[in-house]
């Protein structure tokens, strides 16, 4: 249902705009969908049916990104600031209270029992949509001087969630998030140090209280065990080895798991969804090719992600990738993540100056 709106939406934007103009990423985007039918049409997809539905998928991350582009960012970041927080306390809440099996204490999640953060059943894509966020309340918190301290708490609040979830890669990156976000700020004369020390300050403060009063005894105890990624890395050796029986083709958009089993170097009787690594996911289900199509739009997007500065949001989401799969299995996700996308690709005639101070000291 939500790709169908997406595409009804991208179908009268087109049509509204009388002069079409298509940013490169948007080529790029197309050219990732139409892989997947190259790959149909020359049948070099292992599983068809799925193939069908990742084409699927990659035309509607190609309209959400268009029409962030098009439409512009005001409105659609303030909303998602505010769904965000109020998010974060609910995901709090259920990850503190909800039993391990159970989505809003009463849904079945139907998988093993881990954490459920709100809608969201896995600890590193909640913490995936966060840290697309998060640089939002901070570059906010520099910005409105008057209403600093909410933003601060609204950051300190989104951070605090994702500890609460035990997410380690998303913990690190989301700290890292509220540190370099004011440090580039200031590195770009966009504040004054007195800022950079009143929204660093003030953020620390804030993040080790809410970590206190959430809890932080789960993602201290993930981060002490040994050789936590010893199981990705095995998955990550039998991925290269997959790109290397078919480093052009690849194995089909969307068939990784259907690939997988004749190349696993270990069988603990669990079905493995995912290679936890979505680069090199994306490098054996569309080959070499599809993997450049998608290092290039990172590449195009990171200067307006930095002159931006919420846009380094984006920028962490694409280093998650390389340690858990944010952007696979869950559509409506990576489509969420193409619009956050689109709105730090839209003109800088359209940008408005949120990493600027109104009144800077002097």
């Known amino acids: 249902m939500f790709q169908i709106a997406l595409f009804a939406l991208a179908a009268v934007e087109l049509f509204r705009e009388r002069e079409k103009r298509w940013h490169p990423i948007s080529i790029l985007l197309g050219a990732a969908a139409a892989w997947g039918l190259v790959q149909i049409a020359a049948h070099r997809t292992v599983y068809e049916w799925h193939t069908w539905e990742s084409v699927v998928a990659w035309i509607a991350n190609l309209a959400a990104f268009s029409i962030a582009l098009r439409r512009g960012r005001g409105g659609f970041l303030q909303a998602m ?4 927080f109020a998010l974060s306390i609910v995901a709090t809440l259920t990850v503190l209270t909800s039993p391990l099996d159970k989505v809003f204490w009463i849904f079945d999640a139907a998988m093993d029992p881990h954490p459920t953060l709100g809608p969201f059943v ?3 894509q909640y913490a995936a949509f966060v840290e697309a966020i998060l640089p939002l309340a901070i570059v906010q918190a520099i910005h409105d001087r008057k209403r600093s ?5 609204i950051a300190a609040t989104l951070f605090a969630s994702v500890v609460a979830g035990g997410s380690r890669a998303g913990s690190i990156l989301c700290l890292a998030e509220i540190l370099v976000t004011p440090v580039i700020a200031f590195w770009r004369k966009l504040i004054s140090g007195k800022t950079l ?3 660093v300050g003030g953020s620390l403060a804030a993040v080790a209280i809410l970590t206190t009063v959430v809890g932080w005894e789960v993602i201290w105890n993930r981060l002490q065990e040994p050789n936590p990624y010893s199981v990705r890395a095995e998955l990550v050796r039998s991925s290269l ?3 290397r029986d078919r480093p052009l083709m690849g194995f089909g ?8 089993p004749a190349y696993a170097h270990f069988d603990d009787g669990r079905f493995v969804n995912q290679a936890h690594n979505d680069w090199i996911q994306w490098a054996v289900e569309g080959g070499l090719p599809f993997f450049g199509i998608l290092l290039a739009i990172a590449v195009l997007i990171f200067m307006p992600a930095v002159r931006s500065l919420w846009g380094i949001g984006m920028l962490a989401v694409f280093v998650h990738c390389l340690l858990d799969y944010p952007m696979q299995q869950r559509p409506a996700l990576a489509a969420f993540f193409f619009a956050m996308l689109g709105s730090i690709a839209a003109p800088d005639r359209e940008r408005k100056s949120v990493g600027k101070e109104r009144h800077p000291a002097p």
Do not use: C, K, P, Q
Not at 81 to 84: E, Q
Not at 253 to 260: C, H, K, N, V
């Open 241 to 243: 080895e997959m790109v």
């Open 253 to 260: 958009l969307g068939t990784w798991a259907d690939a997988y």
């Open 122 to 124: 896995y600890r590193n």
């Open 149 to 153: 301290l909410l933003y601060i708490v």
């Open 81 to 84: 600031l505010i769904f965000a």
């Open 197 to 199: 020390t009143r929204v």
